[in-house]
């Protein structure tokens, strides 16, 4: 058999070195080891996953900079709270050396707004013999709900009778009458005081200096006292004027008021301050204290006219610039003035230091709202319409005022017994003279006053002429410039204000409690 020639198979490493091969730089070509490397090289495998372990202290420290940050977070931490209780000493020590008011308890009668009235005015018709003693007892909750805490009965005793053993000499209603009227004063929570100004306490024939009628007349008016205090009278009211209008009497009726009265229910004497002057009189086992509770005093001089703007204006400022003397003031009008001054003297009232003392006033009175109907046909339709008159929105105007005034006075120390700053300035006149060739009479000027206690301001305006005024941009630069209304004569004035923009209407009064930029006090 004929053999045929197979080619000869050549080894993968045959001939030259990129024939089936792949040569690896830096392998060396010694015996035993191969100059060649495999086709395929495996990947390496991945490592293993590691799980998160916290530090240990002595690594915690050695990351922290080492052992000595422990001592300085310690030094630090301590720093920080000796810091801290030295701003708190230091802020103890600013409120306790810092000075603030001082807190005088008030008693009763300063705290209280007196309405002076004789039982015979009231509007409504009694039956004949009651002459007006009911009817005050049926408005006693309506008063006290105005904010009157004290009610000063005039006309009850004539001023001809003295008072005799039996406690007689009323004039107006009978015995019983006035003791009911008593009982319900105070179950409304109204203090009761008797007006005897003017009454002859001594009697007919009887003088002061003489001996021997005095003991006896003494010992009658003791025993007239007792009676009524008894009766739950809270006091008296005299004249200056009056006889009993002395040390020695006031001293006697003292006496006679600690049998009845404690702290809480101390009865007390109001003097009627008729002249200029008012001689005060003093305890003389304490000559640092009057004998005299309340001294009531008027804004407006007497006179039988009316009087005009400028003389309320006049007589307005040297009431606010005249010194307050140790006794308790208690303001009322006094004079006659227009009736379109009547809400700012009730205004200016409510706002002075001491006890404002109202007389009988028919608008702020009970009575039921007057109004007019008015029947209108269109058509087939007929219309009833209320129209509300003139004379009841004045009513419940001056109702509201008198309430909304009370009320701030009963709740803001700065009114009750706060200090008080009167603010001369002058205004800025709008009205101009150019366009007249006749300069007009000078209008009356603003007259304005702070009461402050603390860091609580209350500044009242008011503006006795009959032209708009405003307030001078220069005026008391001191005081804050922002404010929020309290209250207005016309009830219209609402939320905060600027004085720098203020004008006032022609005989309008305003309250205004100041506050510095931004807050409210």
Same mark, same amino acid.
């Given at each position: 058999m004929e053999q045929t020639d197979k080619p000869e198979r050549m080894p993968l490493n045959a001939g030259d070195t990129g024939y089936g091969s792949v040569a690896v730089p830096g392998l060396s070509s010694t015996v035993g080891g191969s100059e060649f490397a495999p086709l395929l090289?495996?990947?390496?495998?991945?490592?293993?996953?590691?799980?998160?372990?916290?530090?240990?202290?002595?690594?915690?420290?050695?990351?922290?900079?080492?052992?000595?940050?422990?001592?300085?977070?310690?030094?630090?931490?301590?720093?920080?709270?000796?810091?801290?209780?030295?701003?708190?000493?230091?802020?103890?020590?600013?409120?306790?050396?810092s000075p603030r008011p001082v807190v005088t308890p008030l008693k009763w009668w300063q705290k209280s707004l007196f309405y002076q009235v004789e039982p015979e005015l009231t509007l409504e018709k009694q039956a004949e013999g009651s002459r007006g003693i009911n009817a005050l007892c049926d408005e006693?909750?309506?008063?006290?709900?105005?904010?009157?805490g004290a009610l000063i009965l005039q006309g009850l005793f004539d001023k001809?009778?003295?008072?005799?053993?039996?406690?007689?000499?009323?004039?107006?209603?009978?015995?019983?009458?006035?003791?009911?009227?008593?009982?319900?004063?105070?179950?409304?929570?109204?203090?009761v005081l008797l007006n005897v100004c003017e009454v002859d306490l001594l009697g007919p024939g009887d003088e002061a200096g003489n001996a021997s009628k005095t003991s006896g007349v003494s010992g009658t008016i003791h025993h007239a006292l007792r009676f009524w205090l008894q009766q739950g009278a809270a006091g008296f009211e005299i004249c200056d004027t009056d006889a009993?209008?002395?040390?020695?009497?006031?001293?006697?009726?003292?006496?006679?008021?600690?049998?009845?009265?404690?702290?809480?229910?101390?009865?007390?004497?109001?003097?009627?301050?008729?002249?200029?002057?008012l001689p005060l009189l003093k305890n003389p086992s304490h000559s640092n204290v009057t004998v005299v509770d309340v001294v009531l005093k008027s804004i407006l001089p007497t006179s039988?006219?009316?009087?005009?703007?400028?003389?309320?204006?006049?007589?307005?400022?040297?009431?606010?610039?005249?010194?307050?003397?140790?006794?308790?003031?208690?303001?009322?009008?006094?004079?006659?003035?227009?009736?379109?001054?009547?809400?700012l003297l009730l205004v200016l009232m409510m706002t002075l230091p001491g006890s404002p003392a109202? +007389?009988?006033?028919? %608008?702020?009175?009970?009575?039921? $709202?007057?109004?007019?109907? /008015?029947?209108?046909? =269109?058509?087939d339709t007929n219309i009833s319409l209320d129209v509300i008159t003139n004379e009841e929105k004045n009513r419940r105007l001056a109702v509201a005022l008198f309430t909304s005034l009370s009320h701030c006075r009963a709740r803001e120390e700065a009114l009750q017994f706060g200090s008080f700053t009167f603010l001369p300035f002058n205004s800025s006149s709008s009205s101009s003279s150019s366009n007249s060739t006749l300069p007009s009479p000078p209008s009356p000027p603003i007259l304005?006053?702070?009461?402050?206690?603390?860091?609580?301001?209350?500044?009242i305006l008011l503006n006795v002429g009959p032209e708009l005024r405003p307030l001078d941009p220069a005026w008391s630069p001191s005081l804050p410039k922002a404010g929020v209304?309290?209250? +207005?004569?016309?009830? %219209?004035?609402?939320?905060?204000? $600027?004085?720098?923009?203020? /004008?006032?209407?022609? =005989?309008?009064?305003?309250?205004?409690?100041?506050?510095?930029?931004?807050?409210?006090?």
């Open positions: 090289i495996p990947e390496d495998e991945p490592e293993p996953i590691q799980r998160w372990q916290p530090l240990s202290k002595e690594e915690l420290q050695l990351a922290a900079g080492g052992p000595g940050w422990k001592k300085v977070r310690c030094y630090l931490v301590l720093l920080f709270w000796l810091a801290w209780l030295a701003m708190l000493a230091i802020a103890i020590a600013i409120i306790t050396m006693l909750p309506y008063l006290k709900s105005l904010g009157i001809k009778a003295y008072p005799t053993n039996n406690a007689t000499g009323e004039r107006i209603g009978t015995l019983p009458q006035i003791q009911h009227l008593l009982a319900e004063s105070n179950k409304a929570g109204l203090k009993a209008y002395s040390e020695k009497t006031l001293l006697e009726w003292k006496g006679v008021f600690k049998e009845f009265g404690s702290e809480e229910e101390e009865r007390i004497v109001v003097v009627k301050q008729t002249s200029g002057v039988e006219h009316l009087l005009s703007s400028k003389e309320v204006a006049a007589a307005i400022e040297t009431q606010l610039q005249t010194k307050e003397e140790d006794s308790w003031p208690s303001w009322t009008v006094g004079g006659k003035a227009s009736r379109d001054l009547k809400n109202f +007389s009988y006033d028919e %608008d702020i009175n009970q009575k039921p $709202s007057v109004s007019l109907k /008015v029947n209108s046909s =269109h058509g304005a006053f702070l009461r402050s206690w603390g860091c609580v301001h209350f500044l209304f309290v209250s +207005s004569t016309r009830m %219209d004035r609402l939320g905060a204000t $600027s004085l720098e923009a203020l /004008v006032l209407r022609p =005989h309008e009064a305003i309250v205004i409690k100041l506050f510095e930029a931004g807050s409210y006090s």
